[in-house]
């Protein structure tokens, strides 16, 4: 008799993991039909969908949700008054960004130095995988002790809101007793930890105009507003001299109580560049958990191959702004725009048009579902005692959950660690995380299952 049988069973089937992954990985489910086809997302929809079906989900459906993607649910019913678990992942991912920059086809699920390389490996298509192979070990061993829905959303990297409204229109769809969100992780390889917190975000196009038309810089330069110059001082208006982020009226001081983050192993994480300083102050949690965080992420001006020596008529910029717990994000939005404006100069027209946003999150670590997936994660990773968090991105699902069942307990967990480089190119996933997460899952719902007989 083997000591954790759990465990023996996610192991056979790592190889059938690696296989699936691959296979929804190839899909270049961008959900922005500007950088890929919605055929895309379309069909990776599909093929979660038929992965539901085949383990014996009713009830799965493609869901149109309003922001013009869709995501996907399935119910596995339980034994008769088991609790009801809600499972989350997405299988939308991020732009590949530079394809020239990987080392290996963004889109094809690449072996490399005990890691699986590829876009969504980590963020969000191995937590979908996760959750498979947590719901397969137990059936493999008993069955599945509780009812389990499962939903996999299409769109939560674009921040557009379609799944929360879809939810908000039918509450009762998602509800449940506890909710596992696949979509965090653990704050270093190796080491089981749940997420407490998540910082909210909004997201703005800013556009200034200045002039009709470019013009010649040799000829108007020097009275001409240029609206790229504009640009740049309302950009850095944003942050102070020592880079921490600065909106008027924006509180931009808090602190974090939880788990360290030494800075060494911060700028190892980030890989910082040899004699490059961070930016901010305080400690690196307090600043990457705790606090407002502002990234320009992309201008639209001339590129430098094939610039004209001209004075710019428009610039455009998009910017986020994550907030922490604590912050409401549409007050952020507002106080951001109001920012903007104030601060753009020389009389030029802006224009700050929100295209994303979602609230912050706190978890209730002190719930019984807590005390579960503790006891789980000592088993999956003996010797190790699970650790509380924060993390700097966003969710925006969570708080719609939390509103719409204010009694569900909500666990985050997954495989997003910082050797994943989520977001970034050369995407990856520890294969060996998604072995260990997989067996506390499993073990979670097992403990989470007998906590309510009790």
Partial sequence: ???????????????????????????RSVA???????????????????ALRAEGFQDVAVLDTPDGTQSVYG??????GAPTVLLYAHYDVQPPLDEDAWLSPPFELTERGGRWYGRGAADCKG?????LLALRALKANGGVPVSVKVIVEGSEEQGTGGLERYAEAHPELLAADAVVIGDTGNFRTGLPTVTATLRGMTMVRVSVDTLEGNLHSGQFGGAAPDA???????????????????????????????????????????????????????????????????TVLGIDCPPVVGATPSVQASARATVSLRVPPGQDAT?????LTTHIEKHTPWGARVAVEQVGQGQAFRA?????????????????????????????????????????????????????????????????????????????EAHFLANYARSKRA
């Avoid at 039909?33 to 969908?49: L, Q, T």
């Avoid at 937590?127 to 959750?131: E, S, T, V, Y």
Wanted: hydrophobic share 45%.
């Fill in 1 to 27: 008799m083997t000591a954790n049988p759990i465990a023996e069973t996610v192991a056979s089937l790592m190889p059938r993991a690696r296989t699936e992954l691959a296979e929804l990985v190839a899909f």
């Fill in 32 to 50: 922005d039909v500007a950088v890929f086809p919605r055929s895309e997302c379309e069909a990776a929809a599909g093929w979660v969908a038929d």
């Fill in 75 to 80: 119910l596995l019913a339980g034994p008769e």
């Fill in 127 to 131: 937590g979908f995988l996760m959750h």
């Fill in 228 to 294: 790229l110059a504009a640009l740049i001082r309302i950009l850095d208006s944003l942050r102070a001299e020592d880079g921490s982020t600065t909106v008027d009226g924006l509180a931009a001081e808090g602190d974090w109580d939880g788990l360290d983050y030494p800075e060494a192993d911060f700028r190892k994480d980030a890989k910082v560049l040899d004699g490059v300083g961070l930016i901010g102050h305080g400690s690196v949690a307090d600043r990457v958990w705790a606090r407002p965080a502002v």
């Fill in 331 to 335: 007050e952020a939005t507002r106080l």
């Fill in 364 to 440: 209730d670590t002190s719930s019984p579902a807590y005390t579960a997936m503790a006891d789980a994660m000592r088993v999956a990773y003996p010797g190790q005692e699970m650790q509380s968090s924060g993390m700097g991105g966003s969710i925006p699902l969570c708080n719609t959950l939390a509103e719409l069942y204010p009694a569900a307990e909500i666990l985050l967990i997954g495989l997003s660690e910082p050797e994943a480089q989520i977001h970034a190119v050369n995407e990856s996933v520890s294969p060996r995380e998604l072995e260990l997460l997989s067996v506390a």
